[in-house]
């Protein structure tokens, strides 16, 4: 404990931007070393202010007295950047939480798959059941779930999770004592008992607006991949989708309609090369060489479309395709030339990226706007067929 109270005295300077924290943990061999550098040695950290260095030069260690006071009352445990048990994938982001309050026992996110899932807190139903079930299927195959438990798709996707038996790490804006929204008290109980609650503020610390896209990076900063199940164009999903880019992380979208406000940001995002999720393994195939042995079984596929029976008419079995004039149709230059390449036998996204040339990103973008519209329709093995007869 005599350690710690540096770490939280680091922690909790106001006025001492987060890099430069990061830099001074480079420079002294422990926070203690910091607090008891004179102003000339803390000068000589590269891209520290004099300012920073004036704040430096606070010495009370009151509030990091009670902070670490209250950790022992609650059962929390400190986990320090320097500490082997951090995790290595939040500590590459660029900006990382040098010290991390915790309850419960933080999974080995290292050796597993993490998916952090997010979206709009005014979720309508269709987003509700896509989180519960993604969720659900995620947690039951293995991976852990990383949410905000904020109110809407954060909250259903750690239930989902919970439902499945699976492990749910709840990243929270304010202190751990601090229940928000209120109603997710019962949530924050069980999300502790199968998991963590993980916080770089300390207990008591309010929740307030301001945290939250700080709050984001860490989400994406612990996981694998970002799953997007619902957002409108302006959402803080968006937010955590756009730090996971930035952090090499994957970002995955739950398709919408297209005339649906809550998944125009999801479209958006399938558009720009975020990859179409609408099982729990289309995530989960990208990682399951990366983690041999951590995933367990594959869900149930989607039934397959009606094929022509035995022994029924071939005019019966092949109606007529309805016709598209692709001039008319204001489509990319991407989803003309996948309608022009489909024909009525199924292929697969692979052939189609090798025929048309395109990368399987922009393939998959392209496919699910085509779907979405009613101009392809998947059939069973995620292979591709054109709905329309196409006119000039």
Same mark, same amino acid.
């Given at each position: 404990?005599?350690?710690?109270?540096?770490?939280?005295?680091?922690?909790?300077?106001?006025?001492?931007?987060?890099?430069?924290?990061?830099?001074?943990?480079?420079?002294?061999?422990?926070?203690?070393?910091?607090?008891?550098?004179?102003?000339?040695?803390?000068?000589? +950290?590269?891209?520290?202010?004099?300012?920073?260095?004036?704040?430096?030069?606070?010495?009370?260690?009151?509030?990091?007295?009670?902070?670490?006071?209250?950790?022992?009352?609650?059962?929390?445990?400190?986990?320090?950047?320097?500490?082997?048990?951090?995790?290595?994938?939040?500590?590459?982001?660029?900006?990382?939480?040098?010290?991390?309050?915790?309850?419960?026992?933080?999974?080995?996110?290292?050796?597993?798959?993490?998916?952090?899932?997010?979206?709009?807190?005014?979720?309508?139903?269709?987003?509700?059941?896509?989180?519960?079930?993604?969720?659900?299927?995620?947690?039951?195959?293995?991976?852990?779930?990383?949410?905000?438990?904020?109110?809407?798709?954060?909250?259903?996707?750690?239930?989902?999770?919970?439902?499945?038996?699976?492990?749910?790490?709840?990243?929270?804006?304010?202190?751990?004592?601090?229940?928000?929204?209120?109603?997710?008290?019962?949530?924050?109980?069980?999300?502790?008992?199968?998991?963590?609650?993980?916080?770089?503020?300390?207990?008591?610390?309010?929740?307030?607006?301001?945290?939250?896209?700080?709050?984001?990076?860490?989400?994406?900063?612990?996981?694998?991949?970002?799953?997007?199940?619902?957002?409108? +164009?302006?959402?803080?999903?968006?937010?955590?989708?756009?730090?996971?880019?930035?952090?090499?992380?994957?970002?995955?979208?739950?398709?919408?309609?297209?005339?649906?406000?809550?998944?125009?940001?999801?479209?958006?995002?399938?558009?720009?090369?975020?990859?179409?999720?609408?099982?729990?393994?289309?995530?989960?195939?990208?990682?399951?060489?990366?983690?041999?042995?951590?995933?367990?079984?594959?869900?149930?596929?989607?039934?397959?479309?009606?094929?022509?029976?035995?022994?029924?008419?071939?005019?019966?079995?092949?109606?007529?395709?309805?016709?598209?004039?692709?001039?008319?149709?204001?489509?990319?230059?991407?989803?003309?030339?996948?309608?022009?390449?489909?024909?009525? =036998?199924?292929?697969?996204?692979?052939?189609?990226? =090798?025929?048309?040339?395109?990368?399987?990103?922009?393939?998959?973008?392209?496919?699910?706007?085509?779907?979405?519209?009613?101009?392809?329709?998947?059939?069973?093995?995620?292979?591709?067929?054109?709905?329309?007869?196409?006119?000039?």
């Amino acid at each position: 404990m005599s350690m710690l109270k540096y770490w939280v005295w680091l922690s909790r300077l106001e006025g001492v931007g987060s890099q430069t924290k990061l830099s001074l943990l480079e420079r002294f061999p422990t926070p203690e070393d910091i607090y008891c550098a004179d102003r000339d040695e803390l000068l000589l +950290t590269e891209g520290i202010s004099r300012r920073e260095a004036e704040v430096l030069g606070k010495k009370d260690l009151a509030e990091a007295d009670r902070i670490l006071a209250d950790c022992e009352r609650l059962g929390l445990h400190l986990l320090t950047l320097h500490d082997a048990a951090y995790p290595v994938r939040l500590r590459s982001i660029y900006d990382p939480p040098c010290l991390l309050y915790i309850r419960g026992r933080l999974p080995a996110v290292d050796e597993l798959p993490a998916v952090a899932v997010v979206g709009t807190r005014k979720a309508s139903p269709y987003g509700i059941r896509c989180a519960e079930d993604l969720s659900f299927g995620l947690a039951e195959a293995g991976a852990v779930v990383v949410t905000g438990l904020a109110r809407g798709i954060d909250s259903v996707a750690a239930q989902g999770a919970l439902r499945a038996g699976g492990s749910v790490i709840g990243v929270l804006g304010g202190g751990i004592d601090v229940i928000y929204p209120r109603e997710n008290g019962w949530l924050y109980e069980d999300v502790a008992a199968a998991g963590c609650l993980i916080s770089e503020y300390p207990p008591g610390a309010e929740t307030l607006p301001g945290h939250f896209p700080i709050r984001n990076r860490m989400i994406s900063g612990l996981s694998v991949a970002a799953l997007v199940v619902e957002a409108p +164009t302006r959402s803080g999903a968006l937010i955590t989708a756009g730090m996971a880019l930035d952090q090499g992380r994957d970002v995955f979208a739950v398709p919408g309609p297209i005339y649906a406000e809550n998944s125009k940001g999801c479209n958006r995002l399938i558009r720009d090369g975020a990859m179409v999720a609408a099982e729990p393994w289309d995530i989960l195939r990208e990682y399951e060489a990366l983690f041999p042995g951590k995933l367990r079984g594959q869900t149930r596929d989607a039934p397959p479309h009606p094929e022509k029976q035995p022994g029924q008419p071939v005019e019966a079995a092949i109606p007529a395709l309805p016709a598209l004039c692709v001039k008319d149709a204001g489509l990319t230059d991407d989803q003309i030339l996948i309608l022009q390449t489909l024909t009525e =036998e199924p292929m697969a996204v692979d052939d189609l990226a =090798e025929l048309t040339e395109l990368p399987v990103r922009r393939v998959l973008s392209a496919l699910t706007m085509l779907e979405i519209d009613g101009f392809v329709t998947q059939r069973e093995g995620k292979r591709y067929v054109r709905a329309v007869t196409l006119t000039p």
